[in-house]
């Protein structure tokens, strides 16, 4: 009887290891937002603090009281080590991939004696990758997209001047 407890209390510790690096993945998979709104706050909120320079998010403005509907996105961006442009990019990227009815997004990055800002529209950066952003659906794909695109310096510039 002693070992069938022990057997019983091990096989359930086991499945709640289990179960919980499954609900971790879950929770990182940026996807689960797939065809979000722009007027949905924690759909929107929850994608931002997960993109690059989530540690340096300082707020956001939803854009819904007439269209095209868009996000304003602040940032404190204090240290200079990160590249601002690669992160206009990706997070933009995963914002049009994600929710369906953003059609732009501003980009403020407040720094210690400067403001930089980048406005991006669907339209703009769907033409510059070639490809509908909606019709991605998994987060590798996107990522690869987004790799390949920043390989090209002239590229990234061509978009954000």
């Known amino acids: 009887m002693r070992k069938k407890i022990r057997f019983f209390f091990f096989s359930l510790l086991i499945l709640l290891f289990l179960n919980g690096c499954s609900s971790d993945n879950a929770n990182n998979d940026l996807f689960q937002y797939k065809n979000s709104y722009v007027g949905d706050n924690s759909a929107v909120v929850n994608i931002v603090i997960h993109l690059q320079g989530a540690d340096y998010f300082n707020g956001l403005e939803l854009k819904t009281k007439e269209e095209p509907f868009g ?72 990522k690869e997209l987004i790799r390949e695109s920043l390989e090209d310096d002239m590229k990234v510039n061509e978009l954000l001047n």
């Open 71 to 142: 996000i304003v996105i602040k940032y404190d961006w204090l240290e200079s080590e990160f590249n601002y442009q690669e992160t206009v990019i990706n997070n933009a990227s995963y914002l049009f991939a994600l929710i369906q009815n953003v059609e732009w997004v501003t980009f403020n990055f407040e720094m210690v004696d400067s403001m930089e800002e980048y406005k991006i529209t669907r339209q703009n950066l769907q033409e510059w990758y070639g490809i509908k952003l909606s019709e991605i659906d998994n987060e590798n794909e996107l």
